[in-house]
């Protein structure tokens, strides 16, 4: 099941936070990749911008899948700030999962964002949560 929410709504002109939950599994990189594409197209990106960002959500999606426990959830919050999409994908994994920074999906991460960065955390039940967070700016032919 998929679920969609804005947890922050846009009534003053502010920023709103897009929060996107569907199973880790592979079979939902469709639905996280057509939200990110949608989001960035809404907020005028360019056309490239765009396909950056699809690549980036799919990336970093299928980097958590991989390392998923069993029958996890994954999270996306998109927030679409006046210049830039700030994403962050989280989902529970095993302790000391590791993402491999050096590999060539965190180089695919790198070069298709403005800034990536992971975390991990453990609450008082043992329970790890492993986030991606990454950033685009937007880039047009006015800059």
Same mark, same amino acid.
């Given at each position: 099941m998929?679920?969609?929410?804005?947890?922050?709504?846009?009534?003053e002109?502010a &920023?709103?936070?897009i929060?996107?939950? %569907?199973?880790?599994?592979?079979?939902?990189?469709? %639905?996280?990749?057509?939200?990110?594409?949608?989001?960035?197209?809404?907020? &005028?990106? &360019?056309?490239? +911008?765009?396909?950056?960002?699809?690549?980036?959500?799919?990336? +970093?999606?299928?980097?958590?899948?991989?390392?998923?426990?069993?029958?996890?959830?994954?999270?996306c919050?998109?927030?679409?700030?006046?210049?830039?999409?700030?994403v962050?994908?989280? !989902?529970?994994?095993?302790?000391?999962?590791?993402? &491999?920074?050096?590999?060539f999906?965190?180089?695919?991460?790198?070069?298709?964002?403005?800034?990536? +960065?992971?975390?991990?955390?453990?609450?008082?039940?043992?329970? %790890?949560?492993?986030?991606?967070?990454f !950033?685009?700016?937007k880039?047009?032919?006015d800059?």
């Amino acid at each position: 099941m998929t679920r969609a929410i804005t947890t922050e709504p846009n009534t003053e002109g502010a &920023d709103a936070t897009i929060e996107l939950g %569907v199973h880790a599994d592979a079979s939902q990189l469709s %639905v996280t990749r057509a939200v990110a594409a949608t989001l960035a197209a809404q907020d &005028d990106f &360019d056309l490239d +911008s765009i396909a950056d960002i699809r690549l980036a959500i799919d990336e +970093s999606c299928s980097r958590l899948i991989v390392r998923a426990t069993a029958g996890a959830r994954m999270v996306c919050r998109f927030l679409t700030a006046d210049d830039a999409l700030h994403v962050s994908v989280t !989902t529970t994994t095993e302790a000391g999962a590791d993402l &491999d920074a050096s590999g060539f999906g965190w180089h695919v991460l790198n070069a298709l964002t403005d800034s990536v +960065s992971t975390s991990q955390s453990e609450d008082e039940h043992g329970v %790890v949560s492993t986030t991606i967070e990454f !950033t685009k700016s937007k880039h047009g032919w006015d800059e």
